[in-house]
């Protein structure tokens, strides 16, 4: 069974650009999770989709960023305009419906906003 | 105010010694679960256990032991005769009530040298 995927795995962009992140969870996942690691800091929750709907986004920082998850398959995380505390590793995990807590994690994305 | 403490930041072994990772963690919520991952220098985040607050068990897997104290607010990591495979980025994580979303530490780095 293949593991949770992320693309791409690095990412340098100027300030004011836009990055788009893509998570593809194991299949058959309904829990799909974003988080965020930045340097020097503990990860934090971003959001939180239950196939294609968002059930906690309590965790995004602004509106320049926006979570999807059409077809309630992968998902995408988008910085429009990307600013420079922005930079940071981006973690995607899925879990099963009936196992939501166990969650397994992607390899990350990591985000250089220069 | 959910809360996960890693005190540990770094740690230095020398292969085969025991080592122990310390985790407290804070939440008024009854119902919630611990876990630990482990980061390798690949990145990726790797699942280790589930604990849930109502099975104070210890619990061993080879090499791996966990000791969750709820008089302390603990739980704690030990890996026995460390192995330099073993160096990593380990995080302890805690659910809380009905919420999903993983509260994280900062993590211990462990160096496990030959």
């Known amino acids: 069974e293949a593991g949770v995927t992320q693309f791409p795995s690095h990412s340098v962009i100027e300030k004011g650009q836009t990055v788009t992140l893509r998570c593809d969870p194991i299949?058959?996942?309904?829990?799909l999770y974003w988080y965020r690691r930045v340097m020097g800091k503990e990860i934090k929750f971003l959001l939180h989709?239950?196939?294609?709907?968002?059930?906690?986004e309590s965790g995004m920082p602004n509106n320049r960023f926006l979570a999807e998850r059409t077809g309630g398959t992968y998902s995408t995380l988008k910085v429009q305009p990307a600013e420079l505390e922005d930079s940071g590793v981006y973690f995607c995990?899925?879990?099963?419906?009936?196992?939501?807590?166990?969650?397994?994690f992607g390899p990350g994305t990591r985000l250089t906003v220069l | 105010a959910q809360k996960v403490t890693q005190a540990q930041t770094e740690i230095s072994v020398v292969e085969k010694e025991d080592v122990t990772l310390d985790c407290v963690y804070e939440?008024?919520?009854?119902?919630?679960?611990l876990f630990w991952y482990k980061q390798p220098p690949s990145g990726e985040l790797v699942f280790l256990i589930r604990?849930?607050?109502?099975d104070e068990q210890n619990e061993i897997s080879g090499r791996y032991s966990w000791n969750f104290q709820k008089s302390t607010s603990s739980f704690n990591f030990t890996i026995t005769a460390s192995q330099v495979v073993d160096s990593a980025v380990y995080f302890c994580?805690?659910?809380?009530?009905?919420?999903?979303?993983?509260?994280w530490g900062l993590g211990t780095s462990l160096a496990v040298n030959p």
């Open positions: 995990a899925s879990s099963r419906r009936d196992r939501g807590n166990e969650q397994f």
């Open positions: 299949s058959g996942h309904d829990n």
């Open positions: 989709f239950v196939k294609e709907s968002k059930q906690d």
């Open positions: 939440t008024r919520d009854t119902t919630y679960y």
């Open positions: 604990r849930n607050s109502f």
């Open positions: 994580a805690l659910a809380a009530g009905n919420n999903r979303k993983l509260i």
